[in-house]
């Protein structure tokens, strides 16, 4: 069956740091990865989408590659800031589906500290 | 900006009750979505909606589910017999296009605890 997974544990890292958070599918081959922001309590905001003909994509202090051998994505923030502490949620594309769900990794929560 | 909004912020209920859970999509958004999130767990796919019918539902939007469109501008969630099980946050999420590579735009959410 196809599965998402994200690091369950959470990320810490100092302020200023990249921090680095992986989603890694198996059992299906997304044309598009979206990548999300949580706050607690709070709906999932988009953040960066990635198509499996784009190796990296950036906005800003964001940067999110794609890599279809592998079967995974990796999501960078640089220069980082308390602010950016959240968790992050992986949505592979669900190909097989032409309704617009969305399937979420469990989300990896980082926390920045100052 | 536009955003989805959601009524009321928090339900509580009693098990075998019905309850309806209220959105407002973005006003030129044709696609519309409820998902939940059961405390500590990820966020897992109910059921999309167009043009006035369901497009798809998950395992989880059985019988007790039904969704509705009562006008222009509305987007409800009806559970007919609350469980235990049902406490969750219920978040609604829109879209211009129909494709999950489309950027979905998501309500603050409600917090039904059933007793």
């Known amino acids: 069956s196809q599965k998402i997974e994200q690091n369950s544990e959470a990320l810490n890292i100092q302020e200023g740091k990249t921090a680095t958070l992986t989603c890694n599918y198996t059992?299906?081959?997304?044309?598009?990865l979206q990548w999300y922001r949580q706050d607690p309590g709070r709906g999932p905001v988009f953040l960066l989408l990635i198509r499996e003909n784009e190796k990296e994509k950036r906005k800003e202090r964001l940067k999110v590659t794609f890599d279809t051998t592998l079967k995974q994505s990796l999501f960078h923030i640089t220069a980082s800031q308390p602010a950016d502490s959240a968790t992050y949620l992986c949505a592979p594309g669900h190909g097989s589906s032409n309704t617009g769900k969305l399937i979420f990794g469990q989300g990896t929560t980082l926390q920045v500290k100052p | 900006e536009p955003e989805v909004t959601q009524t009321p912020s928090h339900q509580v209920t009693q098990m075998g009750q019905e309850v309806i859970l209220r959105c407002v999509p973005i006003s030129n958004h044709l696609y519309f979505y409820w998902y939940r999130q059961i405390l500590g767990q990820k966020v897992e796919f109910l059921v999309s909606?167009?043009?006035?019918?369901?497009?798809?539902k998950s395992e989880i939007f059985d019988d007790q589910f039904s969704v509705e469109r009562p006008d222009g501008s509305n987007f409800t969630l009806k559970i007919r017999s609350t469980k235990l099980e049902d406490s969750a946050m219920y978040f609604c999420a829109s879209s211009e296009e129909l494709a999950s590579s489309d950027t979905q735009y998501f309500g603050p959410g409600t917090r039904l605890t059933v007793l």
């Open positions: 909606f167009y043009n006035n019918e369901i497009s798809e």
């Open positions: 059992n299906y081959s997304p044309a598009y």
